[in-house]
């Protein structure tokens, strides 16, 4: 148990150094990850794995700010590469966690960030297996820099891009937008940060929930909406798929505060990050057991489907107005926003 | 004790004087806007003044031509322009652009018994807008004077009362909410229904 005048102190580049500091450190955030954490101290971690392919993925998390409503970036460091894994189909097993710390930054925040890791690795039913934590002057990070790199299993077929066929449905499990607006109107005080929380979650337990209760191809390839938002997913699946994606503006799910959000900033929900939000490819016969599996889940109350795959051989993204008029999404030229995982 | 306060943002030397656009569009308001606080100052409502006040450790925070961050706590710059300014109003400092985001305004207009406020300043597209949908978000009655909102750019300031009016606010001619107060002694809230 950290004492109350180790969590007041600082980080200061001795705790980088691998010297007594940075033992203390290490013997410190073992200590708040607890049974979380299964590595050795070994210079590598040695784990078992079934026979067969392994999912392996690896992401770096910047948020900014670091600590907000509904989550931190301990939390998104755990769901974003946990959220990787079991879109594929995988069930993520191990974590590997690395941090680049700012001099000056307050233990009590490292503290946090790590409680709600270790919180988040239990929901997700992963184990954080090694680590690494580097150290850097006043201005060369911004207080806490995180990566995961991820290791997963897989219990049944990998789901692909490829394997979605035209008059597939698409769904979404929630509202989008609410991490990005949230994060804005922290970083700028504009008075949604209460309303609009971010959606960061763990999804491996819906998608769990969701493959035991539907047959194995009814959801043919699925994401995780992260950077780039619905937009950049939609024009992955077009690229890789070589057809016309179509979704309806009426049946998007954005929340009144977000759109109100959105319209004041000029930004586009479609272009949003988010943090708890999947698109599934849904076999036509299947949608409705998806969509009631999905609900039935807290992470999935507002699943509804929002378009689909048509057999129009064009590589394109169309949104279907209110009015019925016909447009197309452009895809962004770069990310619309920075620094919002 | 008056259930109306009007909310000015931003009406200190460095924000305004930021530019000629600013300058120009504050002094065309400024004959109407004065006379609206002295009218609601006279009838016995409250006047709040929220003032910006920037950090130096905010890295978000806006700085001028040469890296110069304006508005700092104590420097002229920071001062309200006198002739919106009142010795019986309020005044209370911010560090973002809602008034409302980590400052004590909601408690102190609670106190005061504050039900309708009456948002108004620069810029009509950031603080205003902000302050308004903070104030809707916590249950108040929100108005907004069209002639009291200044931008630097006046499609800015269109798309703001737009946007406001669509969303959270009742926006009206500064005359007119004056007169409907005269008349029934209240300004009556206006309904959103969310989808």
Known sequence: MATDSFLDQQIVLDHGTGARLSRELVEFMVGVLGDVYIGEMEDSAMLPVPAGNIAMTTDSFVVDPPFFGNGDIGKIAVCGTVNDLAVVGAEPLYLTLAMILETGLPIRRLHQALVSLRDTAKEAGVKIVAGDTKVVGPGEADGIFLNTTGIGVFHRAPKRMTDVRAGDRIVLSGPIGNHTVHLLSVREGLGFEKNVLSDCAPLNGMIDALEEAVPADAVRSMRDVTRGGLSAVLHEYAAALGRTLRIEDAALPVDFETRMAADMLGINPLNCANEGCLALFVDPDSVDSVLKTLRAHPYGERAVVIGEVTDRAVKAVELVGEDGKVSEIEELQGAELPRLC | ?195
């Open chain 2, 1 to 195: 004790m008056s259930k109306v306060a009007v909310l000015t943002n931003d009406l200190q030397y460095d924000l305004v004087n930021k530019n000629q656009e600013r300058i120009d569009a504050v002094e065309e308001a400024t004959p109407g806007f004065s006379g609206f606080l002295n009218d609601m100052r006279e009838r016995g409502h409250h006047v709040v003044h929220l003032q910006l006040i920037n950090r130096e450790d905010d890295l978000v925070a806006e700085r001028y031509e040469g890296g110069r961050l304006p508005a700092q706590k104590g420097t002229k710059g920071a001062e309200i322009l006198p002739v919106f300014l009142d010795e019986t109003d309020i005044l209370i400092e911010k560090n973002k652009d809602s008034g409302f985001y980590e400052t004590d305004l909601h408690e102190q207009l609670q106190a005061l018994g504050v039900e309708t406020v009456i948002v108004t300043g620069m810029q009509g597209q950031i603080c205003v807008q902000t302050t308004a949908a903070d104030a809707f978000f916590r249950g108040y009655n929100v108005w907004v004077p069209s002639d009291c909102v200044v931008s630097a750019r006046d499609h800015d300031k269109i798309r703001a009362l737009d946007w406001l009016d669509g969303y959270c606010a009742t926006v009206a001619p500064s005359a007119e909410i004056v007169s409907t107060l005269d008349e029934t002694g209240e300004l009556p809230r206006k309904v959103f229904r969310t989808p």
